[in-house]
């Protein structure tokens, strides 16, 4: 969206994750930590992202804004209630759900995918930045940074129509079908002549819709593909199992037989079907995704780890796979390791609480208690409604000796 406000914000709080600021540094370096509590003290990993996905048949570059869905709304509330199964939501799952494919298919958008930025917009529902829940802005709208919480719309109906008519604005020149609800639209039209109705893909919002955001369109996709996975129905499974018998198996396949499995719990025939599929096609991000997940869900970390090896050599910008690699070589105490991992997650999305906190884990596992200090204040910044930022954040401020009055 247009947010040039919030470009410079972006870009401090970048540079922010990647180096210690002075001012922080120097406020951690003069507390004292009371070293007895801090030895008996226990810091909460974040959770890995555990959820995998469809392979893309097509190519990210080539998938349109305007268009059908092809997942259904039964897909999208699942994919929800997965990933947050608290949203903070001023109506039901259901209805977001269903608000999305009315407003987004009147004008003529792919209403999945809106849906998706959505969900990366509120980080799937939490929040935890400037907008507040109450807001119903499920995009950012006016969130330009600097703490400045952006608009506020009076129902879901009318947060999803404002996103939506924003979306119109960036890709048609053809006015919203509806009332103009979204205050930042003529911002665009008038503004920006250079993207007004031009940006026809998702990965045409890189670096403009969000700032960096320079792998943003890729990301929305990527949930997107989480969301194709399919049912572990027996009938689902039947039809997965006679796609196989009855013609040449392809890598999609296997990896669609896969997901059932890994659905089902069934973790051992998952690991087979996704490796059929990467011997098949070895360059597919999304099964050595798939497959690395399942490594760890067998708890054979060192082959997860070479499963990522293998993926980030062929995306070096998958959000999951560094941040995922990094987790791994944190529960294997290689933190130095486990922080460059973090770092490069950083450089793909600059504002994650979760790898913030990662990073602070690791440095309070290797004793840097000021950094640790600093890396949690940071990621509480960041999102401070995150429970485990806000659980580590206590604790070790919990520790800190009391000045003596």
Request: charged residues 25%; glycine residues 4%; aromatic residues 10%.
């Amino acid at each position: 969206m247009f947010k040039p406000a919030r470009l410079f914000v972006a870009l401090v709080v970048m540079l922010s994750m990647l180096i210690a600021l002075p001012t922080m540094s120097d406020a951690a370096s003069k507390i004292k930590f009371d070293k007895k509590k801090l030895r008996a003290a226990q810091v909460i990993d974040a959770p890995a992202l555990d959820i995998p996905m469809m392979m893309q048949l097509q190519a990210p570059e080539r998938i349109t804004i305007l268009g059908d869905p092809t997942v259904t709304q039964a897909q999208m509330v699942a994919l929800i209630n997965k990933r947050n199964p608290k949203p903070l939501l001023n109506c039901s799952v259901q209805e977001i759900v269903q608000l999305y494919y009315e407003e987004a298919g009147r004008e003529g958008i792919r209403p999945d995918v809106a849906l998706c930025q959505a969900l990366k917009e509120t980080a799937f529902f939490a929040y935890g930045g400037d907008v507040d829940p109450k807001q119903n802005n499920y995009c950012g709208l006016g969130a330009t940074g600097n703490h400045e919480p952006g608009n506020s719309f009076d129902s879901p109906r009318m947060g999803v129509r404002a996103h939506i008519q924003h979306l119109l604005a960036y890709t048609s020149k053809r006015e919203p079908r509806t009332i103009l609800v979204d205050p930042r639209y003529n911002l665009v039209k008038n503004l920006r002549k250079d993207i007004f109705g031009k940006l026809t893909h998702w990965t045409d919002l890189n670096g403009t819709w969000a700032v960096p955001g320079t792998y943003y369109g890729q990301e929305l996709l990527r949930i997107w593909q989480q969301a194709k996975i399919p049912d572990n129905s027996p009938a689902t499974f039947l039809a997965a199992n006679r796609n196989l018998q009855m013609s040449a198996p392809t890598a999609e396949m296997f990896v669609f037989r896969g997901l059932i499995y890994y659905d089902r719990e069934d973790y051992y025939n998952a690991q087979a079907d996704f490796d059929s599929a990467v011997v098949l096609e070895p360059d597919s991000v999304e099964a050595l995704y798939d497959l690395a997940l399942t490594l760890e869900k067998l708890n054979l970390k060192d082959e997860a780890i070479e499963a990522y090896d293998r993926l980030l050599a062929i995306d070096d910008k998958f959000f999951n796979g560094w941040y995922n690699r990094g987790r791994l070589k944190l529960l294997k105490g290689d933190y130095v390791k486990a922080i460059e991992d973090f770092n490069q997650a950083l450089v793909v999305e600059p504002i994650s609480a979760n790898v913030v906190n990662e990073i602070g884990v690791a440095h309070f596992r290797q004793g840097k208690y000021e950094e640790a200090y600093a890396d949690f204040e940071r990621a509480y910044d960041l999102n401070d409604r995150n429970e485990i930022v806000i659980d580590n954040r206590n604790l070790i401020n919990a520790c800190i000796k009391k000045k003596k009055k």
